[in-house]
Nanobody, 128 residues
Framework: VQLQAYGGGLVQAGGSLRLSCATSEFTVDVYAIGWFRQAPGKEREGVSC????????YYADSVKGRFAIFSNKMKNTVYLQMNSLKPEDTAVYYCAARRDSPVGTLWYPLRQISYDYWGQGTLVTVSS
């Protein structure tokens, strides 16, 4: 599975950006797509996730109510709509894919260890 994240840029605080994560054509075994971010000097953290099977979504507390994740299956693309951006949202954003796993497998939607494939990052800079 190949992933490509894009859509980052410079935006003022309070503004919006939409990130896109395009997946390769052969994605039949992808169970979920997640977004992560890494700010300078900090560890990578989970931001949001969407299950491709039932559309269930997950969000980090820091972005709830401001970010929304959704997918366009026809385009094999997952989006992260980011509203009311804050300077602390500044980071390199990555998308990742989790392979399908047996029913009942325990996994953590916002933890890196749950994902098998990673795309390159896209930089989001929020100015104050």
């Amino acid at each position: 599975v190949q992933l490509q994240a894009y859509g980052g840029g410079l935006v003022q605080a309070g503004g919006s950006l939409r990130l896109s994560c395009a997946t390769s054509e052969f994605t039949v075994d992808v169970y979920a797509i997640g977004w992560f971010r890494q700010a300078p000097g900090k560890e990578r953290e989970g931001v949001s996730c969407i299950s491709r099977s039932d559309g269930r979504t997950y969000y980090a507390d820091s972005v709830k109510g401001r970010f929304a994740i959704f997918s366009n299956k026809m385009k094999n693309t997952v989006y992260l709509q980011m509203n009311s951006l804050k300077p602390e949202d500044t980071a390199v954003y990555y998308c990742a894919a989790r392979r399908d796993s047996p029913v009942g497998t325990l996994w953590y939607p916002l933890r890196q260890i749950s994902y098998d494939y990673w795309g390159q990052g896209t930089l989001v800079t929020v100015s104050s």
